[in-house]
């Protein structure tokens, strides 16, 4: 599976903004997927993480209550919508995809990964 990444942009703390991340091939509703990020200077983290059938939903602590993640597998295409952004969100967005279908917060986990979208946040 192929993913790109789009949506990012610079945006004032507080505001939001939602990423996609559209998915070629048919398989795209078999993967797990997830978003990971990765600010200047620092390893990529995970952000978020949704099963096949998008009923499971992961976070970390630190986007909890301020992201969403969701699918839409007739559409090939992931999302994640940002609210309340703070300035420490801004870095590189990252989608992945896990063709083993388990879903995961682990990086290594991943198998496919789309190239970046860069979200900046302004204090």
């Known amino acids: 599976v192929q993913l790109q990444a789009y949506g990012g942009g610079l945006v004032q703390a507080g505001g939001s903004l939602r990423l996609s991340c559209a998915a070629s091939?048919?398989?795209?509703?078999?993967?797990?997927m997830g978003w990971f990020r990765q600010a200047p200077g620092k390893e990529r983290e995970f952000v978020a993480a949704?099963?096949?059938?998008?009923?499971?939903?992961y976070y970390a602590d630190s986007v909890k209550d301020r992201f969403t993640i969701s699918r839409d597998n007739a559409k090939n295409t992931l999302y994640l919508h940002m609210n309340s952004l703070k300035p420490e969100d801004t870095a590189v967005y990252y989608c992945?995809?896990?063709?083993?279908?388990?879903?995961?917060?682990?990086?290594?986990?991943?198998?496919?990964w789309g190239q970046g979208t860069q979200v900046t946040v302004s204090s």
């Open positions: 949704i099963s096949v059938n998008g009923d499971s939903t």
């Open positions: 992945a995809a896990r063709s083993s279908g388990v879903t995961s917060t682990l990086e290594s986990r991943y198998d496919y």
């Open positions: 091939g048919r398989t795209f509703s078999s993967y797990a």
